[in-house]
């Protein structure tokens, strides 16, 4: 018999051990088993799926889900109509979303609870959330209400569903979703307050809507906090509490980092350059100082876009060496790591952040 990783955090989830003991045990087996000597430092844990079970599990939900609304002959896509429409459709659009949410949860009880399946629990939030923002717009359509008022609505009663159904099962991934359901109520009210929308720019360019794009970064450093307020509570990543983290941090980066560097990137002088160039850099020292990669990944785009605009035909090479030194960052992110912390003065929480003391580095 062997005690797996899964095992480590129900002992940790069940109060038997701490989690610096659960890391202890986990570091032990990976240096019986010379894994540890393999990767320098504990890597950044993620996963999507354990086997191909589980993706075959989520062809037939996606079937299955299918069917569902063949039979119904109804959903999320009915909902978008004019409030003005019969009666009767909102009321099936209602049962039929709860019928999917409630049906949903027995279905997430054995998926998640009793199997520990990854990739059927992520489509089962999603398929939550889609159930939930049924139940939003019918409940909008019964009162009467215009459609972007019944888009927060649906909002609302998305992320207070999700909230319960994370509470419930603790599935990461339906935390993401939440802060989207969150972030599309405080735009549609954006809209109903006057701003509109005429491409997906508009969200993040301080430059043409600065009320939008002030929502989407306060929104993206509120769930950056959020995510930094769980990373910090399982220093180790042992528990889901960290995983929780890190699916926040998927949605935060792209929220901060966008609105910031769009916004110089569309300025287009030369200072704005300079500017767009030192906002990448502080960004990728934030990601290393926090080991979370999804900051760094926003950036690279713009990084790449910047080389053409300014190098035209001389961006080959230096996109080459983009890519080199983005092969050697990973191949050395836990040393860089080591050297930037130890560099760094004592601040609060830095006790608080992934282990990077690495033997031989100072």
Known sequence: MSIKNDDIRAAVAAGMINEAQ??????LAEER???REARAEIDEPFELFKGFNEIFIVVGLCVLYAGWAALTGIGTLNSWGDASESGHLNAA????????IIGIAFMTQY????????APSILLSILTGIGAVQVGMAIGGLIGISETPRVALASVVTALVLLIYWYRFR???????????IFVFAISLAVQGGSDIVSPADLFLLSTNWTLSLITIALGIGVFIVAMRFDMSDPHRVTRRA???FWLHVLAAPAIVNSIALTLFDSGSFVAQLLLIAFLVAIAAVAIVIDRRSFLISGIGYMIALVFTV???GAAFVILLIGLGLVLLGANWEKLRCWMLYALPDFKGKDRLPPWQIDGVE
């Open 22 to 27: 659960a890391a202890d045990i986990a570091r």
């Open 311 to 313: 190098l035209d035909g």
């Open 243 to 245: 995983a929780n983290g």
């Open 93 to 100: 659009l209602l049962a039929f979303g709860l019928i999917q």
């Open 33 to 35: 088993q010379g894994y």
């Open 111 to 118: 998926f998640t609870i009793k199997r520990r399946m990854i």
């Open 171 to 181: 599935i990461p991934f339906s935390l993401m979703i939440t802060g989207l359901a």
